[in-house]
């Protein structure tokens, strides 16, 4: 039985006003993503990657076409429907990590969900397993300022873990790591598709995440070329 | 020069750029220190505005004379011309009076009066007036041909609608007389004297109007060029007891001297403005040398050398100090507008009589007004200079994250802080120079500067205590808070800096105010006072005739009478008053309000006259006090009396030394009354019946006011006084304010970042905004709490160190708890409201350009 697609998108579009003219971040794509998939979504750079990555995490909203996630409707969505939505659906990790540089390890896993609401006790617990798990149980009393890259990165994906999102969304991951933390990072977020069954989308333009792929998307100014990418 | 267009250049592409693109900080600090510029130049031209009329009309009526002579009470015998003219050392002599007269019936429009002698002043004076229509006699030939003519200023004459050949009544002590105008004072020389608002008749018209016989005020002189020390020593020789031969220019020091203190107050005062402005710049200049940390390690790779960073910082300062001056200036000339009316009015009212000429914008003031804005700015720019220019060019390579600064620096402020603020309570103790409290306002320096060091350290503390307590949102703004580090700290020192000022002054006024209701209720206690016209105006210089006396003493509406005789006198350069009253029938029915008692010791030796007191600012100005002797050259007599104790006293004219009446008429029998005072029985529906019954057995020749009109009028020119101290105050808050803004819109701006991950891991709007809030919340109580423990210190120190050092008193300390319970949830709530702009800061940049590399 082929499951629901989880991520249904047409005519999706985006542009940025840019004084009189304007910029075209995503030209209207049609895309159907199925629950599990690892897809790896690929294009040079200004080709609307983060774009549609902000679209799908409710960071941002299209300036037209349909948007349904996990069931919702981004498209028409209110703000505190979005925030909702980024608790319950979407766990997110960046390039750059953003990790909040005055809490400790720990306390950046626990923030969101914290900030959603779930009791104390149980939220520190589920972030210690966590770091135990991706092996940063040593750094857990550290500040953000105090790891290497490649920890920072684990940390913030234990952050977008904590509160169980069906949907991972990562952008640029190993954009600042050297290749072998690079190379970990990408193990870690297949085998969370694999064991976990999360849907996972890695935007990326290099090759790193090819061999993992289920779903290959290329991006060219803004538009899905056609037959997605080929090796 | 090469060199320089090259920083120039620099300076422009990096700094200037960065403050335009920028431009909304850039404007709200602008705007601080243009306001705090403003304020401090407008106080500053408004004071010497009226200083300068002052003196320049003081210079006009001295005219050229070298010496002058004068006696004690102010009566030179006429007699001495003659052998002063006589005199080989003298070239010329003119006897002068001078006095305030007023229209009949206009109370409001008192003017000056100058009785000279027209041709034996021609050397001395030079002034002009326009001759008498079609007829050839000049105005001064009239003057003394004929009695009871008058030459009028030209901006008089225009006021009352004066013209030559009109009759007008003029009103004085000895009563009312018609005048005739002979003719208008060219607006030049003489006739510019009390900005034209003054009338010269002949010195017999003068005495005929006054009733001062024989005597004169002055006799100015002028020396030959080679007069020899012996000469002057023959001419001193000359003269009787009691009369002495001075140097002019006393007048005009000692009254430049008594507004001097007015002048530093308001000028510290209106400079807190400026200080406060001082925060603002040095939190934007920090800002930005801190977050352009990896430009600055970029502009050092490329061969930039620490000067030049600590320079383009500097150059940073400097252009808010230029910008805010050129800002500051246009304000100003409005400002001064408003300002100099109560200013010179409340110099008129408490010192020295001044009617403003003209306004000129003294050039002086403006070029120190810039010199101090520009050296303020860039005072505000140095540390963060310094900090920029530590940055090494290897920097470059790193890619550091942003880190909470470190934490011994907020402990070592803090004790620094600690240093000051212990420093300041023995500094207030070293006594100051007359007038000039400067060790007082530096101890304000020092608390001020104390308590904004230790404002990091009780963020720490602060954010310590709350760290672990309530919600997300909470939690991270405490911990924030905590680590923000100084730049945060700068902006709660400049609202310390503010509520203390607020706090203290609340507390000084109403300190002020309650002890001068004491003043008036129990020292000038009374029904109805009376006193010869225009006594008020002249100091009580004026003896009630004895017709008057007499008919006080044979009223027969029933009531006490206390008559005083005033004399104005000099202890060693210090002006004060003997004021000599029957002390059974004051102490009676009033009081002294007592500094040094005991009261109830002194009281009755006070009454057998076998002393005096004298008032706090006497006992502070003079070093005389309780035990000592005091004495004083009456011109007929000495007077020596024990001083038995000293009271408060809040004349503005110097201190007073109150005797018994008996004990004077002992010495001098025959001193008279300057003045009486009389208490009415409770019941008596009496003042107006008492009134009447003086004005049909006396006529008009008495100045009359009920003791609660006279009271009234007291606390009325006391509020008007601080009504400018408000204004300042205001300002402060107003400058304080837009730190608050400042501050907490460059914290959101720079965290933007970190917002909207927390918005992208599931923070709802809501929730951030309440973070943002509570930061704002912590800042805010900090600031207020620091601010009020920090006035309430400061409020000891101006009631009892800078008022002291300035005017010679103290006040009885009174907290106006109902003024501060009523404006400091005011002030808290302004300053929450300076969060708004902040709030609205957070998510003008959309969450998704979180995704953008940075
Ligand atoms: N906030 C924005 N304002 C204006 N243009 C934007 C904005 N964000 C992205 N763009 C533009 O949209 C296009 C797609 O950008 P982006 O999605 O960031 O590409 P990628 O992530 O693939 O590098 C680019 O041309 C980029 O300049
Ligand atoms: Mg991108």
Known sequence: MKPDPVIIASGLKRVYPLGESQVVGLAGIDLAIDTGALVVLKGVSGSGKSTLLALLAGLDRPSAGRLVVAGRDLAGAGEA???????EVVGMVFQNFNLLPTLTVLENVSIPALLAGRPRSETLRRADELLAWLGMTPRRHHFPAQLSGGEMQRTAI?????????????????????????????????????????????????????????????????????????? | MGRLTAFLRLFHQFSLRHLVRHRGRAVTVLLGIGLGAAVFTSVRLSVDASLSSFGRSVDLLAGRADRVVVEVTGAVPETLVAPLRRHPAVSAAAPVMTTYVRPAGDEARSFLLVGIDPILDRPMRTWTAEKRD??????????????????????????????????????????????????????????????????????????????????VERIDLILRPDVSTGDLEALAALMPPGVSLQTPGGAKATGTAMVRAYQINLSVLSFASLFVGMFLVYSLVALNAASRRPELAILRSLGA?????????????????????????????????????????????????????RLALSPLEIGASFVLTVGVAVA????????????????????????????????????????????ALPLARIPGLPGLPLPGYLATLLLFVGFALLSPWGLRRLGGWFAD?????FVLAVRYVRDSGTRTAVSVGALITAVALFTALVIMVHSFRRTVEVWVTQTLSGDLFVAPKMAEAINFQDLMTDADMQVVRSLETPATVVPHRRYNLEHQGVPYTLEAMPMIPFLRQGDFVWYQGPAEAIRPALREGKGVVVSEVFANRTGLT????????????????????????????????????????????????????????????????????????????????????????????????????????LVALAVAALGITTTLTVLVLERTRQLNTLLAVGGSRRQIRRMIFTEAAFLVALGEAAGLVCGFLLSYLLIYVINRQSFGWTFIYRVDWAALGFSVPLIVATALAAAVPALRQVFRRP??????ER
């Not at chain 1, 890695?202 to 997605?228: C, E, F, M, Q, W």
């Open chain 2, 626 to 729: 309780a035990g000592d002797r005091f004495e004083a050259d009456l011109g007929r007599a000495v007077v020596k009396w024990p001083i038995l104790g000293v009271i408060r006293d809040y004349r503005t004219q110097g201190g007073v030394v109150f005797a018994d009446l008996d004990a004077l008429l002992a010495v001098v029998p025959d001193a008279g009354w300057t003045g009486v005072r009389f208490y009415l029985p409770q019941d008596s529906a009496g003042v107006e019946h008492l009134r009447q019954e003086l004005i049909a057995r006396c006529g008009d020749r008495l100045d009359m006011v009920t003791g609660a009109d006279l009271r009234q009028s007291i606390l009325e020119v006391f509020d008007e006084t601080f009504a400018v101290t408000t204004v300042l105050l």
């Open chain 2, 380 to 423: 505000a720019a140095w540390q963060p200079a310094r900090e920029a220019m530590k940055v090494a060019p290897k920097e470059v390579l790193t890619q550091s994250p942003v880190t909470a600064e470190d934490g011994p620096g907020a402990r070592r402020l803090a004790l620094g802080g600690f240093g000051c603020i212990l420093a």
């Open chain 2, 134 to 215: 079609g007829k050839t006699v000049t105005a001064w030939q009239r003057l003394m041909a004929t009695p009871a003519t008058l030459v009028a200023g030209a901006s008089l004459a225009r006021d009352l609608g004066w013209r030559v050949g009109d009759r007008v009544p003029l009103e004085h002590a000895m009563g009312r007389q018609d005048f005739e105008v002979a003719g208008i004072l060219a607006d030049e020389q003489l006739g510019r004297a009390e900005a034209g608002r003054l009338a010269i008749v002949d010195l017999a018209t003068f005495q005929e109007l006054t009733g001062r016989f024989g005597f």
């Open chain 2, 469 to 473: 307590g309530g919600d997300v949102p």
């Open chain 2, 847 to 852: 969450p998704a350009t979180l995704l953008r």
């Open chain 2, 305 to 357: 050398t620490p000067r030049r960073i600590f320079a383009l910082f500097i150059g940073e300062g400097a252009v808010f100090g230029i910008l805010g001056w050129a800002l500051a200036i246009p304000v100003s000339t409005v400002l001064v507008k408003f300002l100099l009316d109560g200013v010179s009015r409340t110099i008129s009212t408490l010192f020295v009589r001044v009617e403003i000429d």
């Open chain 1, 81 to 87: 429907d979005l925030t909702i939505f980024r608790r």
């Open chain 1, 158 to 231: 234990a952050r977008a873990l904590i509160n169980d999102p069906p949907i991972i969304l990562a952008d640029e991951p190993t954009g600042n790591l050297d290749s072998a933390n690079g190379a970990a990072v990408i193990e870690l977020l297949a085998d969370l598709n694999r064991r976990w069954q999360r849907t996972v989308i890695i935007a990326t333009h290099s090759t790193i995440a090819d061999p993992y792929a289920t779903v290959r998307i290329l991006l060219k100014d803004g538009a899905i070329v056609d037959g997605s990418w080929a090796d």
